[in-house]
């Protein structure tokens, strides 16, 4: 590949100055002897121009042409390798065994029952033998150091991954029971790194519910604590985020995430570290509105700072995937 690479560059190199020249000669042969033609009465200023326009119309198709026999290989094989990737059946889908459920009688949170996952090949679990109940209209909080496995058991509940053995449900309903679209569509997810799209700040947050109304996308920003630095942007909520959102600060990103999350309104929210850039003030201010919006929601939190979860109606101490104590802070 760096051979071939490096020759076809070599000969494009070459190639480039070359067909210049010739472009430029095939010029001056026209003006010269145009030249002499008008020179002679015999032929106008004007056309002389308007045929060396054409010329450079012609020679310059004529180099697209040549780049096209480069091009087309390449697209050839990108778009088998595109397929490939499309083609891809995921090992999670919706099976026969669905059940497009009917709701259990009231809600009953999310439970974990006697969770074990290992990610493919790996050795140890990363998480293992976890059962805990996070009930409804409570915050449960899952604290431990990195590579505790507080992100793995978020994943596990909209299905990113299957538990190697044990179950989890949500709402008395084993979640692999449930039509993803369904069990999805129940859950606010915030992953650990913020995502954002290339779009406007309203568009992103519209990515968590695409029928809210511009007050509802209003309200949710002012929950997530963004309306501070939303309005300041040049155009406020029509102002544009770059792809991935760079041009946004970790916090600033953090807060949009959340704000799509909160715009959901799900039944169980998944918040994955997402405090982590927040300075204390704001991150106190966005638990209060997250405490108001989720009232009877199942709120799952994973942190590392402790002033995060002080007041989580249960925390869980994990550590290597085992949970080393659960209880209140006090
Ligand atoms: N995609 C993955 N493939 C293999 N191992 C992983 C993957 N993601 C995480 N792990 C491993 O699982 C463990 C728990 O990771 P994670 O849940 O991300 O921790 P935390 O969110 O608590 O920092 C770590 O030991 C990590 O190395
Ligand atoms: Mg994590």
């Given at each position: 590949m760096t051979e071939t690479a490096?020759?076809?560059n070599k000969i494009m190199a070459a190639a480039v100055p070359l067909i210049m020249l010739i472009m430029n000669l095939a010029i001056i042969a026209i003006v010269w002897f145009g030249g002499m033609r008008v020179d002679a009465g015999g032929m106008q200023v004007g056309d002389l121009m308007a045929f060396i326009q054409y010329a450079m119309l012609i020679m310059l198709s004529i180099l697209m042409g040549a780049m096209l026999f480069i091009m087309i290989p390449r697209a050839e094989v990108s778009a088998a390798r595109v397929n490939e990737v499309m083609d891809?059946?995921?090992?999670?889908?919706?099976?026969?065994?669905?059940?497009?459920?009917?709701?259990?009688?009231?809600?009953?949170?999310?439970?974990?029952?006697?969770?074990?996952?290992?990610?493919?090949?790996?050795?140890?679990?990363?998480l293992s033998h976890l059962s805990f109940t996070a009930h409804p209209g409570e915050t449960t909080a899952v604290i431990g150091g990195t590579g505790?496995?507080?992100?793995?058991?978020?994943?596990?509940?909209?299905?990113?991954y299957d538990p190697e053995s044990g179950?989890?449900?949500?709402?008395?309903?084993?979640?692999r029971k449930l039509p993803l679209k369904k069990l999805r569509g129940m859950i606010g997810y915030v992953s650990q790194k913020?995502?954002?799209?290339?779009?406007?700040?309203?568009?992103?947050?519209?990515?968590?519910?695409?029928?809210?109304t511009d007050?509802?996308?209003?309200?949710?920003?002012?929950s997530a604590q963004a309306e501070d630095f939303v309005s300041e942007m040049a155009c406020g909520g029509?102002?544009?985020?770059?792809?991935?959102?760079k041009n946004l600060s970790g916090?600033?990103?953090?807060?949009?995430?959340?704000?799509?999350?909160?715009?959901?309104?799900?039944?169980?929210?998944?918040?994955?570290?997402?405090?982590?850039?927040?300075?204390?003030?704001?991150?106190?201010?966005?638990?209060?509105?997250?405490?108001?919006?989720?009232?009877?929601?199942?709120?799952?939190?994973?942190?590392?700072?402790?002033?995060?979860i002080l007041h989580a109606d249960q925390i869980i101490v994990l550590d290597e995937g085992k949970v080393a104590g659960t209880g209140t802070h006090a």
């Open positions: 490096i020759r076809v891809i059946r995921s090992s999670i889908s919706d099976n026969d065994a669905m059940v497009d459920c009917p709701p259990a009688d009231g809600k009953l949170g999310v439970v974990f029952k006697d969770v074990t996952y290992y990610y493919p090949g790996a050795e140890k679990p990363a505790a496995g507080k992100s793995t058991l978020l994943n596990l509940i909209p299905r990113f179950s989890i449900s949500i709402d008395g309903m084993d979640i913020a995502v954002l799209f290339t779009g406007t700040v309203a568009e992103n947050i519209r990515y968590g519910n695409e029928r809210a007050k509802e996308v209003g309200e949710a920003i002012r029509d102002s544009l985020i770059s792809q991935g959102g916090g600033q990103k953090q807060r949009l995430a959340i704000a799509r999350a909160l715009l959901r309104k799900p039944a169980v929210y998944l918040l994955d570290d997402c405090f982590s850039a927040l300075d204390y003030k704001t991150d106190a201010k966005l638990r209060a509105e997250l405490e108001k919006a989720a009232n009877s929601a199942t709120v799952i939190v994973a942190a590392q700072r402790i002033s995060t």
